[in-house]
């Protein structure tokens, strides 16, 4: 782990603790040496994510407050190691490759429940619906997704349909 101090607090990388969206808020551990970081939803918000799954990397700007340590913004987001996730049988013989040459595509959550671990969402012009696993959603660095949230989704045709191969929060492609 790198720290370095900006005008803005203190540049920190660790991994998510875990995050509750339900809750608004989670925590990010960063030195075995160090209390862990209070990530506050708004936080990620601002980031352009509404979940972030645990064991995702992440790098934040942090300040001390009379309450503890704080992330006052997140600056980059990397997904947990793949090793870590659940196989996908839809998913075994995707690479990274096949990924990437899928475009993003706007879109809209249907539903999502993450106790069943999987929801539907629509891409815009498009009324078919397209399914959402929680695993994918932990391999793009998400945890959950909120009914009417926009989303960046790569689609492709799946066994049993549309699926989403990779979720982004919509705000890291609107600009």
């Known amino acids: 782990m790198q720290d370095t101090e900006t ?25 075995p040496a160090e209390p862990d970081v209070l990530l506050h939803a708004n936080v990620l918000r601002n980031y352009g994510q509404g979940s972030v799954a645990d064991g995702a990397e992440v790098e934040i700007v942090v300040q001390s ?13 990397t997904p947990p190691p793949a090793d870590e996730t659940a196989p996908l049988a839809d998913m075994d013989l995707v690479s990274p490759e096949d990924i990437a040459a899928h475009p993003v595509q706007p879109a809209r959550v249907k539903w999502f429940d993450k106790g069943k671990g999987f929801g539907f969402a629509n ?16 391999r793009s660095g998400l945890a959950d997704l909120a ?10 045709e799946g066994e049993r349909g549309l699926m989403a191969i990779e979720v982004t929060g919509w705000d890291t492609h609107s600009t």
């Open 123 to 138: 891409a815009f012009g498009d009324n078919r619906d397209v399914f959402v696993h929680v695993e994918v959603l932990r």
């Open 65 to 77: 407050t009379p309450r503890g340590l704080q992330a006052s913004q997140v600056l980059a987001i």
């Open 147 to 156: 009914t009417g949230e926009a989303v960046g989704l790569r689609i492709m």
């Open 7 to 31: 005008q803005d607090g203190k540049r920190m990388t660790g991994r998510i603790k875990w995050f509750d969206p339900v809750k608004g808020f989670g925590f990010v551990t960063t030195d």
